[in-house]
């Protein structure tokens, strides 16, 4: 493929996947085609019906999502997708709580129907121009010998394509098409984070009584070893209640939803008829997320932060870069470089984000997190540290860079000594 940004005109973007990574993609794309007259063709492939198929995922929006989506992509969140404004968190851990209330300069949280919501962007790629397939993609050929075109087969039919973006987040069958068709150069995150999810009907009064408008989240649950990460988001009608660790299992969420911490804030229901549905998201980086003739985004990636994933943005975060590289600078080595190099802060953070979280790992263990809940009570910079961290409103490096003093982490160890000495 040649260099230089011409190169790109006149040609087909063959796109896997039509979540928010996938449906960013191909809205940028089309609409800086338009812009540039550079007569794209973009084709779109998305095996599941999002009339039926359920997202593992609790779908919460963090800012700057509404700015992402009208300023990167031209669209206005619908007013029906809104389940409810979230306006903070009531974080446990160590044995003690504390309610997390930031600014909302850089927008608004909003809990939201996931499948509405994919549906809406994949709907908007189709009156922007794109091609969307409802086809799952069976196999890829890379260029080899003398040609120079990309084909992808579906179920469907195939398509000659110039250049291929991975959006298939993590499902399994397509990953294993992409790395035997990329020859391993590709190759899936090396580790996930296993995570399940139920969905529990509630009245709207129970739900104001109960939680309002604060999601409850539990880090490393006390008795259940194998959780990282608990939390109970509220919605319209109902509230979602999701857990997430390396190791976790079913058995993992049945218990977290029997901790009286936890059925002191659900309505009463029944454990052995709830249906629970389990998901993953990367829990490292995959190796050659981009190469010759191809790029990824979202959670193909292996981008994610650890704890406050804020898969959503970064999927439409990496699908608009994706775009803006290839329209750009064309369909060269040099454009898919760019794209790694604009994302370097994603990579970075979610280094910092590691960080993170094996301090957090290392503080439960010896018994430090609750002390840090109750120095952030009266420390308005921790305080602000956590609902950062936990909100996502601001990146795990500039958390580090502003709270991660020596005199605080000696605060810490102070106040953790005291404790002792007081519980002794």
Not at 18 to 36: E, K, Q, W
Not at 82 to 96: C, E, N, P
Not at 242 to 267: C, I, K, Q, W, Y
Not at 292 to 317: C, Q, S
Request: positive net charge.
């Amino acid at each position: 493929m040649s260099g230089g940004g011409d190169d790109i005109r006149g040609k087909t973007i063959g796109i896997i996947g039509g979540g928010p990574g996938g449906s960013a993609t191909a809205i940028r794309l089309v609409r800086l085609s338009r812009d540039r007259h550079l007569g794209l063709r973009v084709v779109l492939f998305e095996g599941k019906d999002f009339e039926r198929h359920y997202n593992q995922c609790v779908g919460v929006l963090s800012p700057p999502i509404e700015e992402i989506l009208r300023g990167g992509l031209g669209v206005e969140l619908p007013y029906e997708i809104f389940k409810r404004q979230i306006y903070g968190y009531r974080l446990h851990a160590g044995g003690k709580e504390i309610l997390l209330v930031g600014p909302h300069r850089s927008g608004a949280t909003y809990a939201v129907r996931r499948v509405m919501f994919d549906r809406f962007l994949l709907s908007s790629a189709e009156r922007e121009g794109v091609e969307v397939y409802r086809d799952r993609v069976t196999g890829i050929d890379f260029p080899d010998g003398d040609r120079k075109r990309i084909f992808l087969y579906t179920e469907g039919g195939s398509l000659k394509a110039d250049a291929v973006v991975g959006a298939f987040g993590l499902d399994d069958g397509m990953v294993d098409i992409f790395e035997t068709a990329t020859r391993g150069k590709y190759h899936r995150p090396a580790r996930f984070i296993q995570t399940y999810v139920t969905k529990i009907p509630a009245e709207v009064s129970f739900i104001e009584r109960k939680l309002g408008s604060i999601i409850y989240a539990y880090l490393f649950p006390p008795g259940i070893p194998n959780l990282e990460f608990g939390a109970i988001t509220p919605k319209g009608d109902h509230i979602i209640v999701n857990v997430a660790g390396a190791d976790a299992t079913v058995e993992d969420m049945f218990a977290f939803l029997s901790t009286d911490v936890v059925r002191d804030h659900l309505p009463p229901f029944s454990i052995d008829e709830q249906e629970i549905y389990r998901g993953k998201f990367p829990g490292a980086p995959a190796r050659g997320a981009v190469g010759e003739g191809y790029l990824t985004v979202g959670d193909a990636t292996g981008w994610l932060r650890p704890f406050k994933g804020k898969g959503i943005n970064m999927a439409i975060e990496t699908g608009i870069l994706a775009a803006e590289s290839m329209a750009q600078r064309g369909l060269s080595a040099a454009s898919f470089r760019r794209y790694e190099e604009v994302t370097r802060p994603l990579r970075e953070d979610y280094a910092y984000g590691t960080w993170m979280r094996n301090l957090c790992k290392a503080g439960d263990v010896m018994g430090m997190l609750g002390t840090v809940l109750s120095m952030a009570k009266v420390d308005q910079g921790m305080h602000d540290a956590l609902f950062n961290a936990v909100s996502g409103h601001d990146s795990f490096k500039n958390i580090f860079r502003r709270y991660a003093r020596p005199s605080v982490l000696a605060g810490v160890i102070r106040n953790f000594a005291n404790d002792r000495r007081r519980r002794a």
